[in-house]
């Protein structure tokens, strides 16, 4: 019988790659999932429409990195990752759960570290021991994140002066922030979360910072600030538009103004996997996106 081979994903490939993330990640949420923890729930299709477009953009912006391993007619895993000038990062990577163990992850991860070519890099890990296993042999630290999540206490929310909403007009200074911060800037993905996102910034000398929301939750989708005091009012207008049930994630040991703040908005404090970091001090204060980190 025909073996499983790995080739390069093409944009028509990413409705079924979406279909195999909902099944991969939803088994991995459930194995992962504490007693004390609400039930995992399947990806709506809100949600995988969202997917499948945000992927699509990578596909088309940079393809070198985005790989499929096919078993057959069936796509069976996936890895997305981009190189950014002189930065890399991997958006989403997965094999199917009945696929597991046959050495496609290996070859999938051995072909976005190819496209990487020794670039500096960071990426959000699932607890998974395999594949926890694979990230550090490949030479990456394994930080410890944590998330918050709760509804708010409205009462809790300070006055936040000092914040205006952002604009294309701004992407200059935050992706020089963002080399600050991580050691690369966004470029073209500033451009795409614009579109899609709202962006609230701080623009005052020495305190520049910003952050992408949610428009229908709230939820804090990427941070960067020069300094914590910044980063933390912008947490809070975060906060502040928020729509029932947050999460804010991707919170580092290194980033911990941001657990101060989840507490005293009354949030419950969890743990959440490993943000991967490869040639990269841990970035602060920043809170990584979980696809464009």
Same mark, same amino acid.
């Given at each position: ?9 093409? #944009? ?30 399947? =990806?709506?299709? !809100? ?17 070198? *990195? ?9 796509? #069976? ?38 496209? !990487? ?9 699932? #607890? ?22 709760? @509804? ?5 929310? &300070?006055?936040?002066? *000092? /914040? ?30 614009? =579109? ?14 910003? #952050?992408?929301?949610?428009?229908? @939750? *709230?939820? $804090?989708?990427?941070?960067? !600030?020069?300094?914590? =005091? @910044? ?21 580092? @040991? ?25 040639? /990269? $001090?841990?970035?602060? &204060? ?8």
């Amino acid at each position: 019988m025909p073996q499983p081979w790995v080739r390069p994903m093409r #944009v028509e490939d990413v409705p079924a790659a979406e279909r195999a993330s909902a099944v991969t990640f939803l088994e991995g949420d459930r194995l992962s999932r504490r007693v004390s923890e609400p039930e995992v729930r399947p =990806r709506s299709a !809100a949600v995988g429409g969202q997917w499948i477009d945000r992927m699509s953009y990578l596909v088309e912006t940079d393809p070198g *990195g985005c790989w499929v391993a096919v078993d057959g007619e069936d796509l #069976v895993g996936f890895a997305i990752s981009q190189n950014r000038g002189r930065f890399w990062y991997l958006a989403t990577y997965g094999v199917l759960p009945g696929q597991q163990g046959r050495g496609l992850g290996r070859r999938l991860m051995d072909a976005v570290l190819a496209h !990487a070519d020794g670039r500096p890099g960071l990426f959000s890990s699932t #607890v998974h021991p395999g594949a926890t296993r694979r990230y550090r042999l490949a030479g990456f630290l394994l930080y410890p994140q944590m998330r918050m999540v709760g @509804t708010v206490d409205r009462s809790t929310l &300070p006055a936040v002066p *000092g /914040l205006s909403e952002g604009d294309g007009n701004d992407i200059g200074w935050m992706d020089r922030l963002d080399e600050s911060r991580r050691g690369a800037g966004h470029g073209p993905d500033h451009e795409y979360m614009l =579109r899609r996102l709202r962006l609230v910034v701080s623009r005052r000398s020495g305190r520049l910072g910003y #952050v992408y929301l949610d428009e229908e @939750t *709230g939820q $804090p989708k990427l941070l960067a !600030a020069q300094d914590p =005091r @910044t980063a933390s009012a912008l947490l809070w207008e975060a906060l502040a538009a928020s729509r029932g049930p947050t999460l804010v994630n991707c919170i580092t @040991t290194a980033n911990h103004w941001a657990v101060d703040v989840g507490l005293a908005a009354r949030l419950d404090l969890g743990q959440e996997g490993y943000l991967a970091l490869r040639g /990269l $001090p841990e970035p602060a &204060p920043y809170l990584a996106s979980g696809h464009f980190l």
